[in-house]
């Protein structure tokens, strides 16, 4: 049995969500004594981060229970 709609649609979000917190939605600083452009990862993002992987596997596992069901046909 393939997955359901919502549960693709709802990885598809985390997915996006990591993406944006690994550094792509992160903010370019420029340092004006050296005119050098450094880009800043805060420490809340990589706790961000870490807390959408965990979110995504669990979710994951879920669904995975949903719809593939362990009971007495194994």
């Known amino acids: 049995m393939a997955m359901p709609w919502w549960a693709e649609i ?9 993406g944006i917190s690994s550094g792509y939605g992160s903010a370019k600083i420029v340092n004006k004594k050296k005119d050098s452009k450094t880009l800043i990862i805060p420490k809340e993002i990589k706790k961000i981060k870490k807390q959408l992987y965990k979110l995504n596997n669990k979710i994951e596992f879920l669904i995975d229970n949903l719809t593939h069901p362990k009971g007495n046909n194994e």
């Open 10 to 18: 709802l990885i598809i979000i985390l997915n996006i969500l990591l």
